[in-house]
């Protein structure tokens, strides 16, 4: 496989750009090497600087449920772009989005747009604080909200302890108030209650993680903190900015049967244009300025472009039988790389919830971040070189959920299968 081009591409970006991109992940560091520059997408393949095709996993890391450059789409931004790109006024645009989001979402009853995951999940946490009048919220380790100065809480050793900042730059003042229990660990969330019975404005939680890998929610779990959010009076805030119109139309909370107080929206939401979302109940919304006294805003909030394009993609997941399709594919896909990995040798665990999921190099199981980091990262690495080679473009990461979209087909799955055994091969013989 060539790949000069991308080499150089990157030489160029390194010195212009802090690691050669604008988010970390897609620097390749986990996995080693460098990062393919990519020059076009089309359904459920991306084309690379030196004009390598690969089936795409990733599918801009959530956002493309149709994959890449989906006609309708496409028509919609087009049509949107010439009527201009943003007015910082109202538009009716926004108004269809918010209306498709709350006929899928239930639990939502209004709605404000922003522009990114961490925009919605730093936003909902404000309108928590100032609903309940308290200061302290609870995330769990491995769960990942975006990168405000309150969420970048480290946790592993430090669960059931005050959060110590993950990143320098964020001051300890910044996440006194953020504790921290294991993902699944309703026990824990308890004791954290226990502790601070008065004090907890809100939970909030990716109702499946899938930002330490893809990991379900345990039996009893999103049930439990629902049970003990209420009994406090505390906010239950559920990030659904992964799996919103992922696991299903309505959502993880659909899924799983869980009503919380206010969703955080984002990737597919947004239909692969920067817009995301946070919602809920219309008392608490109702605290939002201009509405109420809890200030937050936006330039290019409710963007003309984002609006059309995420609302093409909300229209399009309305069609029957588009969720079964993709579990049905998904489990296909997984089915095969799980076989693969059992022929080869290899131990692996596997999880998945609809169309997102995870092959861990771990015998696992996997229920939270330190079962996650028992995974094997250099076996990962070489699975992740060894399918690269052969045209399957995964997240670069042990520690990210794998996507398919409604463009994957049987063959793409057939030939994805196929390369996992000769991966797990290399794994193997990197192994002897
Ligand atoms: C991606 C993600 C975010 C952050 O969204 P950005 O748009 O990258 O800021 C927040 N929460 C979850 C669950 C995510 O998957």
Not at 179 to 203: C, G, K, T
Not at 282 to 288: F, G, L, P, S
Request: proline fraction near 5%.
């Amino acid at each position: 496989m060539h790949t000069e081009r991308s080499e150089a591409l990157f030489a160029r970006a390194r010195q212009v750009m802090p690691g050669g991109v604008s988010s970390p992940v897609r620097a390749f560091k986990a996995v080693g090497g460098h990062p393919l520059f990519i020059t076009r997408g089309e359904g459920a393949y991306v084309f690379d600087a030196d004009g390598n095709r690969f089936i795409d996993y990733v599918g801009s890391w959530g956002p493309l449920i149709f994959g890449h450059a989906h006609s309708e789409v496409v028509a919609a931004v087009i049509e949107a772009t010439r009527n201009g790109t943003s007015y910082g006024a109202p538009t009716e645009a926004e108004i269809l989005l918010a209306e498709l989001v709350i006929e899928a979402v239930p639990s939502i009853e209004m709605v404000r747009f922003v522009n990114s995951g961490t925009e919605a999940t730093m936003s909902a946490l404000r309108v928590a604080r100032a609903f309940t009048r308290r200061s302290k919220i609870v995330k769990f380790s491995g769960g990942y909200h975006g990168h405000a100065d309150m969420l970048l809480v480290a946790a592993g050793s430090g669960a059931l302890t005050l959060g110590v900042p993950d990143s320098p730059g964020v001051p300890a003042e910044a996440t006194a108030h953020t504790l921290v229990a294991p993902y699944n660990d309703i026990a824990a969330v308890r004791e954290l209650f226990a502790r601070y019975p008065d004090d907890i404005a809100a939970v909030i939680v990716e109702p499946v993680a899938g930002n330490m890998g893809c990991v379900p929610p345990v039996e009893g779990f999103l049930s439990g903190l629902r049970a003990v959010t209420q009994e406090h009076g505390a906010l239950l805030i559920l990030d659904e900015v992964m799996t919103g119109f992922r696991v299903a139309h309505g959502g993880a909370q659909a899924l799983y049967g869980i009503k919380p107080d206010l969703t955080c929206l984002g990737k597919i939401v947004g239909g692969g244009l920067p817009a995301a979302a946070y919602g809920g109940r219309r008392d608490i919304m109702a605290m939002v300025a201009p509405s109420g006294p809890v200030y937050q805003a936006g330039t290019l909030s409710g963007n003309p472009l984002a609006m059309a394009a995420g609302a093409a993609q909300l229209r399009l997941l309305r069609t029957p039988g588009v969720y079964e399709q993709l579990d049905a594919l998904a489990g296909k896909l997984c089915d095969g790389i799980g076989k693969a990995a059992s022929e080869n040798g290899v131990a692996v665990y596997q999880t998945r919830v609809g169309s997102m999921f995870t092959t861990f190099f771990t015998s696992g199981p996997v229920v939270d971040e330190a079962s996650a980091k028992q995974s094997d990262t250099s076996a990962f690495a070489t699975f992740f070189r060894a399918m690269l080679d052969q045209g399957i473009y995964l997240a670069p990461s042990q520690f990210e959920a794998g996507f398919l979209s409604l463009a994957h087909s049987e063959v793409d799955i057939e030939r994805t299968i196929a390369a996992a055994h000769v991966a797990f091969q290399k794994v193997m013989a990197r192994q002897e």
